[in-house]
């Protein structure tokens, strides 16, 4: 009786020491997505609750909010219980919104638990073959001899293709004229129809078409050359040393989520984005898996905040 009897007494011992195992309430967990499906953030979302539903032993059921540039579905996961039943994943349209929007109903810094960074993104900067400038630096010398005599659109006001655009205008020193649409697909559609010259558009969407010959890639909005696009300059080479339209994305909770879910999410989602099933299947869209701590996202969010805020306020985008 005394071998079975010491075991049981190690046994408790070590469960004391160690403390009880974390585990989720028996609920499933929503991973919210503020928009359409297959974009960006909704592509990382699918691919982590696959796998992160079996690492918490419980279901994780992504759900597009959509609607006012991410604004419904991020207000949805700021109000929400903070318990880890309630995700989002996210881009930096998050914190550009809140220069953006005058009544906006969540603070994108004081809102939300950032779990970790997910994945950085690209934009590409092409052009209808039509266009005559087939380099940035003859853009930009069309531009300055003509200003607003070229236009470009972008799926709306405020958006990373827009901010991206007006941040070559500023630093360039050149004007052009904006064609904001609602959404993506109705600005690509005039894109290659001729009706608007130039566009911001994120690599996964814009490979297709210059391959296809049906647009002209100009630059990449990244500080190195894509491996989709390996022949097309960056913008830093074509000669706009200090732009960099680089997106970020990220997975979130509500603020005042306990630190413990906060580090355990963390942890296993970074053990999902680090395998390299992840690295091929992000590749294809565009993106690079990236991980980080929820602090060091912390201060991407503050810092990306205040960066953008002060663009806005400087180029006078009168919020919606």
């Given amino acids: 009786m005394r071998k079975p009897l010491l075991g049981c007494i190690l046994a408790a011992m070590i469960a004391a020491v160690a403390g009880p195992a974390f585990a989720w309430p028996d609920q499933p967990i929503k991973l919210v ?21 079996p ?18 579905g991020s207000q949805q996961v700021a109000r929400a219980k903070p318990d880890g039943h309630t995700l989002m994943s996210s881009v930096n349209t998050l914190v550009m919104n809140a220069s953006l929007f005058k009544n906006l109903p969540y603070d994108p810094v004081a809102d939300f638990a950032p779990l970790g960074l ?13 266009q005559k400038p087939n380099t940035l630096a003859e853009l930009i ?27 070559v205008e500023t630093t360039a020193g050149i004007e052009l004229t ?10 690509v559609q005039d894109l290659l129809g001729g009706q608007i010259g130039y566009m911001f558009l994120p690599v996964h969407v814009s490979a297709q078409h210059i391959r296809a010959g049906k647009l ?33 994305y990220a997975l979130f909770a509500p603020k005042g989520t306990p630190a413990d879910i906060v580090a355990r999410l963390n942890k296993e989602i970074a053990a999902i984005l680090d395998a390299p099933e992840a690295k ?30 002060d663009f806005v306020a400087k180029r006078g985008i009168a919020p919606e």
């Avoid at 630059?219 to 097309?232: C, I, K, N, T, W």
């Fill in 33 to 53: 997505v503020p928009f359409t499906p297959g974009t960006g953030p909704d592509i990382i979302a699918r691919f982590v609750a696959e796998r992160l539903s």
């Fill in 55 to 72: 690492r918490l032993g419980q279901p994780v059921v992504v759900e597009n909010v959509t609607g006012a540039s991410g604004n419904i």
């Fill in 118 to 130: 997910a994945a950085w993104g690209s934009l590409v900067l092409v052009a209808n073959p039509a």
């Fill in 141 to 167: 010398a069309a531009a300055k001899a003509q200003p607003k005599s070229l236009n470009y659109g972008s799926p709306g006001v405020g958006t990373p293709h827009h901010l991206s655009m007006a941040l």
């Fill in 178 to 187: 904006h064609v904001p649409y609602r959404g993506t697909a109705g600005a």
């Fill in 216 to 248: 002209k890639a100009i630059a990449a909005g990244s500080p190195h050359r894509l491996p989709q696009l390996p022949e097309v300059p960056t913008l830093a080479q074509a000669g706009l040393e200090s732009v960099d339209v680089d997106m970020w």
């Fill in 280 to 309: 091929t299947l992000f590749e294809a869209q565009g993106l690079v898996p990236m991980t980080s701590t929820p602090a060091a996202m912390a201060e991407i969010v503050a810092r990306d905040r205040a960066r953008w805020a």
